[in-house]
């Protein structure tokens, strides 16, 4: 029995920081979330997990070997950091919102809106999997308290995570029917090209940043990261493109890839090989064979196609 005790309260606690964490961050996209049923949800969410970490507590106590003096000190430190926590989110709410005002973009871009709902889906579904193995646990420990609320938190996290999943479709919705807008607006200067751009810009918005053509995107330094930006395909640059504008819309990135913005030598170059390239460049137009040599020195800098530009430029 002390056994399975000892292994209860952990799962009370892991429990305790895992509805801390989603508190934490509901309080946080709050404040950047229209009026509506979305926000509701939240808000409604917040209250009843806080009146269920309470619960917590209580239960770790009453299960936890009286230890006035050690009690009292693990309570002030577990004040002290919850005092914290709420001091320094405003903090960083304010700076979101300065932040988002200072990229002249409204804190409501449909763009944000879904990225916050992924990361409420999945700081979620943390908290579910806490309260399964606590669940487990209570049950092995035959302590019905502590089983009942996990059941009930467990019930509330599950609801939300339905409702969570709504918010998703409607946020992706919105994010299509905003490039789908975006694509009508440009129709004039090409609509074939201006489609695949926007489409593109939308996949950067709403990608991971493991998942970018740059790997270790947001630990490069901007000097480190402009460099490798020359590497990339237009294809590869319009999704980095978006993803920046969504994100840090770093001015000095997002000008280095309008630098590299020009029109590939062909259809379907970026896609090619040295080696095809190459074999190409035999055939062309010397005119062609010149924009070939600037688009390369410009961007991948392969020497093998570098030297075959010039050569045929030379016959």
């Given at each position: 029995?002390?056994?399975?005790?000892?292994?209860?309260?952990?799962?009370?606690?892991?429990?305790?920081?895992?509805?801390?964490?989603v508190?934490?961050?509901?309080?946080?996209?709050?404040?950047?979330t229209?009026?509506?049923?979305?926000?509701s949800?939240?808000?409604?969410?917040?209250?009843?997990?806080?009146?269920?970490?309470t619960?917590?507590?209580?239960?770790?106590?009453?299960?936890?070997?009286?230890?006035?003096?050690?009690?009292?000190?693990?309570?002030?430190?577990?004040?002290?950091?919850?005092?914290?926590?709420l001091?320094?989110?405003?903090?960083?709410?304010?700076?979101?919102?300065?932040?988002?005002?200072?990229?002249?973009?409204?804190?409501?871009?449909?763009?944000?809106?879904?990225?916050?709902?992924?990361?409420?889906?999945?700081?979620?579904?943390?908290?579910?999997?806490?309260?399964?193995?606590?669940?487990?646990?209570?049950?092995?420990?035959?302590?019905?308290?502590?089983?009942?609320?996990?059941?009930?938190?467990?019930?509330?996290?599950?609801?939300?995570?339905?409702?969570?999943?709504?918010?998703?479709?409607?946020?992706?919705?919105?994010?299509?029917?905003?490039?789908?807008?975006?694509?009508?607006?440009?129709?004039?200067?090409?609509?074939?090209?201006?489609?695949?751009?926007?489409?593109?810009?939308?996949?950067?918005?709403?990608?991971?940043?493991?998942?970018?053509?740059?790997?270790?995107?947001?630990?490069l330094?901007?000097?480190?990261?402009?460099?490798?930006?020359?590497?990339?395909?237009?294809?590869?640059?319009t999704?980095?493109?978006?993803?920046?504008?969504?994100?840090?819309?770093?001015p000095?990135?997002?000008?280095?890839?309008?630098?590299?913005?020009?029109?590939?030598?062909?259809?379907?170059?970026?896609?090619?090989?040295?080696?095809?390239?190459?074999?190409?460049l035999?055939?062309?137009?010397?005119?062609?064979?010149?924009?070939?040599?600037?688009?390369?020195?410009?961007?991948?800098?392969?020497?093998?196609?570098?030297?075959?530009?010039?050569?045929?430029?030379t016959?």
């Amino acid at each position: 029995m002390a056994v399975t005790t000892n292994a209860l309260i952990p799962a009370l606690e892991d429990a305790r920081e895992a509805h801390t964490a989603v508190i934490d961050r509901f309080r946080s996209d709050v404040n950047v979330t229209p009026a509506g049923p979305h926000r509701s949800a939240l808000e409604d969410h917040m209250s009843a997990t806080q009146d269920h970490i309470t619960r917590i507590d209580r239960r770790i106590r009453a299960l936890r070997p009286s230890r006035p003096l050690q009690d009292t000190i693990q309570s002030v430190g577990t004040l002290a950091r919850d005092a914290v926590r709420l001091t320094r989110l405003p903090l960083e709410i304010g700076a979101l919102i300065a932040t988002e005002a200072i990229r002249g973009r409204q804190s409501t871009d449909e763009r944000r809106l879904l990225r916050n709902a992924e990361d409420e889906y999945g700081i979620t579904a943390r908290a579910v999997a806490a309260c399964r193995a606590g669940q487990s646990i209570a049950v092995e420990a035959h302590d019905q308290a502590a089983a009942d609320l996990f059941e009930e938190l467990l019930r509330q996290d599950e609801d939300l995570l339905r409702r969570l999943q709504d918010s998703l479709a409607e946020h992706a919705a919105a994010v299509a029917a905003e490039a789908a807008d975006a694509w009508r607006a440009s129709m004039e200067g090409g609509p074939a090209d201006a489609a695949t751009r926007v489409a593109q810009e939308v996949r950067g918005a709403v990608t991971r940043a493991e998942d970018l053509p740059v790997s270790g995107y947001e630990q490069l330094e901007v000097s480190d990261l402009t460099g490798q930006l020359r590497m990339l395909s237009q294809a590869d640059l319009t999704v980095v493109e978006g993803y920046e504008r969504a994100h840090a819309n770093r001015p000095e990135v997002l000008n280095a890839i309008e630098r590299l913005r020009v029109g590939e030598p062909w259809p379907g170059y970026d896609d090619m090989a040295a080696e095809q390239i190459r074999a190409r460049l035999q055939g062309v137009d010397p005119a062609l064979a010149g924009e070939v040599l600037e688009y390369e020195r410009g961007h991948r800098r392969r020497s093998a196609v570098i030297t075959a530009a010039e050569a045929r430029l030379t016959l």
